[in-house]
């Protein structure tokens, strides 16, 4: 199984909103990622979860709050969004270790904020 | 800080014709990588440059990693209509765990 899913495909969220983001891998990959990609723009990375512990934080607002349960999943947490945060929210992941190599990315999920 | 620029931004080209798109970072590179990202789609994964004037074909695409590790390239030879997407770099420059910096992308459209 080379894929990555989330869920959900779509959201439109109040800016007073607290909704989740969910990404799962069943690949054993050790790394996984939060990238912010905006129309016509490339990934933005948001956060590096390396063996379930964070290890970069790209200086992301707090209304985005990460979390890794446990190696397949990771779930971002969103509050108080603004209008701005609407964009094409993408999980990947990726091997780990010594190693960082190819990322698989997931479809992603189109946040709205209204 | 690091940057990884990559030109042209948008290319447009006839079925046949050959497509090739630049990347060029300010300080050594790591390794590189190469994903396309199809229209409403999501980054797919292409290749993984790391050897100093590595050269890898794949088909009808050719990538080269250059010399001095800060340059890179993606040439396709006689595109197809299913080549259309946006071709991004991205770069590693090692040190953290999979931390990479994308190239602001090629856009390429084929006209049949």
């Known amino acids: 199984d080379t894929e990555v899913t989330q869920t959900p495909k779509h959201l439109v969220m109040g800016m007073t909103n607290k909704k989740s983001l969910k990404c799962e891998q069943h690949?054993?990959?050790?790394?996984m990622y939060w990238y912010k990609q905006k129309a016509k723009k490339p990934p933005e990375l948001m956060f590096v979860y390396s063996y379930e512990k964070l290890s970069i934080n790209e200086s992301v607002p707090s209304r985005f709050s990460p979390e890794c349960p446990n190696s397949s999943l990771l779930n971002l947490h969103l509050h108080a969004l603004q209008p701005e945060d609407s964009a094409l929210y993408l999980c990947?992941?990726?091997?780990?270790?010594?190693?960082?190599?190819?990322?698989?990315f997931g479809p992603g999920t189109r946040l709205t904020v209204l | 800080g690091q940057q990884v620029m990559q030109i042209p931004q948008y290319q447009h080209v006839q079925e046949g014709e050959d497509f090739t798109t630049y990347c060029n970072s300010s300080t050594t590179l790591s390794n590189i990588q190469w994903y396309k990202q199809r229209p409403g789609g999501h980054p797919v994964f292409l290749i993984q440059l790391v050897k100093s004037g590595e050269v890898k074909k794949q088909k009808r695409l050719t990538f080269q990693f250059g010399e001095a590790k800060k340059n890179s390239s993606l040439h396709i030879t006689a595109t197809q209509t299913t080549d259309v997407g946006t071709y991004f770099c991205a770069g590693d420059y090692g040190g953290s765990q999979g931390n990479l910096i994308f190239g602001k992308g090629t856009k390429l459209s084929v006209k049949p």
């Open positions: 690949m054993g990959h050790r790394a």
């Open positions: 990947a992941s990726s091997q780990g270790g010594f190693y960082y190599n190819e990322q698989f």
